[in-house]
């Protein structure tokens, strides 16, 4: 399989017990060109993408690798277990869903069951996304994204390279969504998100 994530530590720990455990044969790259360049050589039988991981722009790049490799499984990972995260992957053609907290066996048994031509999105250890009051309702889940970043005290140039997209697209996002929730400034869009139940803590 080939197995793509940009954090090395949890790449090789990853690499290294699916070797191990699982006597699965893994190539492990941190970058999606590096992923396509893979793809150039050997064939694989699943490919494990980060959903964070830098050229992803969201579901673009499980696009374009899902289009450089038509015949293999593509599945996602993510440190993210929203539920409808998952759901979005699924509909964008992914093989499965992974969260990252799931335990060694359990990803050996999911990477088997891709591997061998199955869907896998353990929606039972997902969490549905937390309620939300008017006006956040009517937020994008990328315009969510921007906001949570907001409400952290990130500038746009952190936030864009969090979600891995140009500066110019977060402005974007801001513009948008201050527009939506009315409100007047970054701090003040951060005010509404915290009392319209955006942020859990």
């Not at 494990?48 to 830098?54: A, G, I, K, R, T």
């Not at 746009?156 to 513009?175: G, M, P, S, Y």
């Amino acid at each position: 399989m080939l197995l793509a994530d940009d954090h090395d530590l949890f790449r090789e720990a990853v690499s290294a017990m699916l070797t191990a455990e699982g006597g699965v044969a893994v190539v492990s790259v941190s970058r999606l060109d590096a992923v396509l360049q893979n793809l150039a050589g050997e064939p694989f039988d699943l490919i494990l993408l980060d959903y964070q991981m830098p050229g992803m722009n969201g579901f673009a790049g499980l696009r374009q690798v899902k289009e450089a490799a038509p015949t293999v499984p593509v599945a996602v990972m993510s440190g993210t277990t929203l539920r409808e995260l998952a759901e979005e992957a699924l509909a964008n053609g992914a093989a499965g869903f992974v969260p990252k907290t799931l335990g060694i066996r359990a990803m050996i048994a999911a990477v088997k069951r891709m591997g061998a031509g199955e869907i896998f999105a353990p929606l039972s250890m997902l969490d549905s996304p937390p309620a939300l009051q008017p006006p956040l309702e009517d937020l994008t889940r990328r315009e969510r994204e921007v906001l949570e970043g907001i409400c952290n005290g990130k500038s746009n140039k952190e936030i864009a390279r969090d979600l891995d997209v140009q500066e110019v697209t977060v402005k974007l996002h801001v513009k948008t969504l201050a527009r939506k929730l009315g409100a007047r400034n970054r701090t003040h869009a951060a005010m509404i998100a915290r009392d319209g139940g955006l942020l859990r803590s």
